[in-house]
Each structure stands twice: as structure tokens, then as C-alpha cells.
């Protein structure tokens, strides 16, 4: 079912004509992604360099941050439903068929309903956010990604009053992803979730594209969330469905192993893990002899979010 | 023949050689992935792992054998597993925490898998410093025990090893199964020894029951 909004058009929400002619650069990268497999990128990636720096930056307290390398962040993934190690994901995830794709929303929504990707990004204004990624295993990279805020999106579908959170899930195909087939570590699809506030936060964002171009199918094509003050596995790969609820959905690594993963997951060095410290972490690309970074209180969003979590004991709801 | 000449002795410590040969040209040549310093911690940490595995391997294998010439291997491999062990410790001083002690402590204190290894490479430490015959000598009949702590040591490296991974445990898990073999065979000689022991303890009685019991199966 796809259901169309109809409302008027305000002046903010038309399209800048170069971000309207790059989106249908990333999409028709996407369509030929899903034909001709990862052979087309290396001469993409060249194609689009110049034209990444003419897509308009979104809202971003840090947007001063240098991005990381792509060849590292293209090649260093925790993908479990592929692999156990980082770097096979970037083969193995192209048997992920990316098109055609839809995303079902559903739940508590005045619209719900299975919504095309390209029905979905050509409402959105895809813009440049470039952020620090930080992982729950100790290391961080600064990631350009192109996307849209996730509040836009849940704006379109009009959440009820009654949607206090928001469930994430990936797409379930044991026929491309070899560790559903095998019920392999986590239980799947995987499955994550935001409270409504932090859902409609503007730094929220979902991804359809990073460096300029469409995001690699191992970064999480064809769309992916980005919440860049939680730890890494929060960022939600192929989304396939968003579901608002009204009670907190259990997300996977909450109960695979809920005394070291908790729903929040806030960057926060003063909580470790119950294994390791959360103190500092390894900037990746930075050299041998660049000793580790201090890890921020969310992971440096703390002006923009602490605001979500006053009163709150951050020890406990971690 | 060149090979014939050279000792098997020269040529196990010349093996022994061949990982760091192999990380310092994949660290030279840039082969060691976009998280280099994790490499290097994996493979350091990998290979004082198996080479602490394989000296436990040496006493079975004379057991079995029968062969006696094989202590001088023993100690070697032993030695090795305290150096990688060391480098592993070395690329985490030094490449990953920059010698920041304030960063280190505070890392060690909160990180438990960390602990572990500590523990082991403390204990690595002191069997490596008591290797020189000297020591052998000056330590007497508490050496062997001493050495014993080598099956502390083990243990403690696989849960330093199980206790900072995530998910995937198939490599901790091989070699905890390898360990147990270890361990079990010197646990079984223990007990072998132990029964013997006391079949060898002249106590009357208890040849009076084997007497009653080996009258009573005929």
C-alpha cells in the first residue's frame, strides 16, 4: 500500500535544484548498484568527488570534523549477519539485493503503509552531515554521510500522541545474509530502537549515501539510521520496517547480552563496559604512533542531547 | 647439504622468528588493515598464545615419546611466548595508550579483560626471569613449583582472550578446547601417579582387601 501525502508545499521544503540533481545521481547509483553489482564504484567514486562538495550541509554542531578515509571506512564494518570479521563485509554484503526496496511503517502512525525508497527520498532533501562514529569496541572514525533527518520522515506518517518509541528493522534474507541462515550469533533480523525524542532529534538522521555517493552495500544500503551520540550498533542497518510504539522495543544486543548493551547506549566515557574501559578510544586512520582519543560524553553532542537525558542516572539507564 | 648442517635447535629458533619477520613487512609494506594497531595487538597476542601452547605441548609429547632430549625446546618456546607476550604489551604502552600513564591506569582499572592478561604476562614475566640456570639452581625444589604457574598463566590468556570479544567465540573456543587437552593429560598423569603412590604405601590392610577381593573374583 503506498499512501501519498497531500499538503501544501512550504517554500523551505522545495528542493535546491543541485541537491534535486544529485539525489537523482544517488538513486540512479543505487538502481545501478543493484544491476551491476560493486564494479561501477571505483569509477563513481572518482565521477561524484567533485559534485560531493556542492551538496548543502545539514545541521551539524561539528561540522568542522575531517572526514576519515573512505577506503577505511568502506572496509571496516561490523556486520554480523554477513560476517564475524570487518573487512568481509565488503564482498560478501554485495549479494544483498537492494532493488527494489521499501520501508513499512506502521505502529502508531495516522498514515501507515509500505513506502518505496525512491517514493521516500525524492520527499526528502538528502544533505551532507558529517559526524563521529563511535563503536562500543573502543574506536571511532568521522563519517560524511548523506541523508535526511528521520524527523522529516516520521513527520510524513504523522506519529500519534500515543508513539513513545520508534522499533528498527533490518531486513531478514538468509538467502544473501549467510549468518541468518545459519541462526548464527544474535537473533534475527536485528532490531533497534530510539525513544521519540531522540527519534525526532535533528542530528537523527537516515542515510541512503556517504562521500557523495550511494552508500556502500557493506555502510549499510540502501538505508540506515545514524544517531551520532550512541555507540555504533545503534546505527541500524537496511532498514526494512520503522514501527512507533508505545512501550521501548527490545533491541537485539540488549538481549542477546543486557548487562553489557543497554537500550540507551549514550557514548559516555565514564560508563565502561563491563569488559573494557569506554575511557578513550583508537581514531582509525590516524597512524601508529597517534595514541587514542579521549571518548566525549556523547561523543561530543552533549550540547545538542544532554538536554534529552536531565535527571537521569546515566549509570543506570546506560 | 645446507640443511643437513643446521642444527634442529637453530632452525626451531629460526621458525620461532618467522611471525615477526611476517608483521614487520605487512607493518612496512602497509598490509595490516585500516586499524593497524588492532592488528598488531591479534597477531602479537595470537601468536604468544600458541607459542605458550605448544611449550605446554613439549611434556605430553616426552611423556608419550619417551624422548628426554626435548627440555632445551621446552624452554625455548616458553622464552618466545614471553617475548611476542611482550611486544603485545609493548603496542599497547606505547602505540595505542602514547606511554599517557594516567590513560593506561585508568584503562586497566576498567577493563576486566585486561586484567587477565596482566595476571598472565606477570606471570609469563617471572618464569622468563627465572629461565637462567642460576636461577634453577638457587631456586631448587621451588622452581618446578614456581613453574608450575604456567597452567594459571594459560587460563588466565583465554579468558583475556574470550573476555573482550563481542560475539564470536570460535577462536577462543578452539584453543580452550586445545588447553583442556593439555591440562587434562597432566591432571591424569596426576592421578595415575597419585594411585600408584599409594599402592606403593605398605599398609596391611589394604593388601588384605585386595587379597579378599582378588580371592573372591577367582
Redesign the interface.
Known amino acids: 500500500m503506498i499512501i501519498k501525502t497531500h499538503k501544501s508545499i512550504l517554500g523551505s521544503e522545495i528542493t535546491d535544484p543541485l541537491v534535486f540533481k544529485q539525489r537523482r545521481q544517488l538513486i540512479k547509483a543505487m538502481l545501478a548498484l543493484g544491476i551491476t553489482g560493486s564494479g561501477i564504484y571505483s569509477g563513481l567514486s572518482i565521477a561524484n568527488e567533485a559534485k560531493w562538495q556542492d551538496v548543502t550541509k545539514g545541521y551539524q554542531p561539528k561540522a568542522s570534523l575531517t572526514a576519515t578515509s573512505a577506503?577505511?571506512v568502506k572496509?571496516?564494518t561490523n556486520y554480523?549477519e554477513f560476517t564475524?570479521n570487518?573487512?568481509d563485509a565488503t564482498t560478501l554484503a554485495q549479494a544483498l539485493p537492494i532493488d527494489p526496496w521499501s520501508v513499512e511503517i506502521t505502529g502508531e502512525v495516522e498514515k501507515p503503509g509500505t513506502y518505496h525508497l525512491e517514493d521516500i527520498l525524492t520527499q526528502q532533501t538528502l544533505q551532507e552531515y558529517i559526524y563521529r562514529f563511535r563503536c562500543?569496541?573502543g574506536?571511532s572514525m568521522v563519517v560524511p554521510w548523506m541523508g535526511f533527518p528521520l524527523a522529516n520522515l516520521l513527520k510524513k506518517v504523522k506519529p500519534l500522541s500515543s508513539a513513545q518509541f520508534v522499533k528498527f528493522t533490518t531486513l531478514q534474507d538468509s538467502k544473501s545474509m549467510p549468518n541468518q541462515a545459519v541462526n548464527s550469533?544474535?537473533e534475527w533480523p536485528y532490531v533497534e530502537g530510539l525513544r521519540i525524542d531522540e527519534a525526532m532529534h535533528p542530528l537523527t538522521i537516515l542515510a541512503s549515501g556517504m562521500y557523495g555517493e550511494a552508500l556502500p552495500k557493506q555502510n549499510g544500503a540502501p538505508l540506515r539510521l545514524v544517531v551520532p551520540w550512541k555507540y555504533g550498533f545503534k546505527s541500524i542497518k537496511a532498514i526494512v520496517k520503522i514501527e512507533l510504539l508505545k512501550r521501548a522495543p527490545l533491541s537485539t544486543w540488549s538481549k542477546?547480552a543486557p548487562n553489557d548493551y543497554g537500550f540507551y547506549a549514550n557514548v559516555n566515557p565514564d560508563v565502561?563496559h563491563?569488559?573494557?574501559?569506554?575511557?578513550?578510544e583508537?581514531v582509525?586512520?590516524a597512524g601508529?604512533?597517534?595514541?587514542?582519543r579521549?571518548t566525549e560524553l556523547f561523543n561530543g553532542y552533549a550540547d545538542e542531547v544532554a538536554a534529552l537525558y536531565s535527571g537521569m542516572d546515566l549509570r543506570h539507564f546506560f | 647439504m645446507v640443511l643437513r648442517n643446521i642444527k634442529p635447535y637453530t632452525l626451531c629458533f629460526s621458525i620461532c622468528l618467522l611471525p615477526l619477520l611476517g608483521i614487520i613487512i605487512d607493518m612496512l609494506f602497509g598490509n595490516l588493515g585500516v586499524d593497524p594497531i588492532l592488528s598488531l595487538h591479534i597477531r602479537l597476542g595470537d601468536w604468544s598464545l600458541r607459542l605458550l601452547w605448544l611449550t605446554l605441548c613439549i611434556t605430553p609429547l616426552q611423556t608419550v615419546t619417551q624422548w628426554r632430549g626435548m627440555s632445551q625446546y621446552r624452554k625455548m618456546l616458553g622464552l618466545y611466548a614471553f617475548f611476542y607476550a611482550s611486544l603485545h604489551v609493548l603496542v599497547y604502552l606505547w602505540m595505542d595508550q602514547g606511554l599517557v600513564w594516567s590513560a593506561i591506569t585508568r584503562d586497566i582499572i576498567e577493563s576486566s579483560y585486561i586484567w587477565f592478561g596482566l595476571i598472565a604476562f606477570l606471570l609469563i614475566f617471572l618464569l622468563a626471569i627465572t629461565t637462567p640456570l642460576i636461577m634453577v639452581k638457587k631456586l631448587g625444589k621451588n622452581w618446578k613449583k614456581l613453574h608450575r604457574y604456567i597452567y594459571i598463566a594459560s587460563i588466565a590468556v583465554i579468558i583475556h582472550y574470550y573476555w573482550q570479544l563481542k560475539g564470536n567465540m570460535a577462536e577462543p573456543l578452539f584453543y580452550l578446547l586445545i588447553l583442556t587437552l593439555l591440562l587434562a593429560f597432566r591432571l591424569a598423569v596426576w592421578f595415575k601417579n597419585r594411585k600408584f603412590a599409594k599402592l606403593m604405601i605398605p599398609t596391611t590392610r589394604k593388601i588384605k582387601v585386595l587379597k579378599a577381593e582378588s580371592l573372591t573374583e577367582d
Open positions: 577506503e577505511i572496509n571496516h554480523y564475524y570487518k573487512t562500543v569496541e574506536w550469533m544474535l542477546a565502561p563491563p569488559r573494557w574501559s569506554q575511557s578513550s583508537r582509525l586512520g601508529y604512533f597517534t595514541p587514542r579521549k
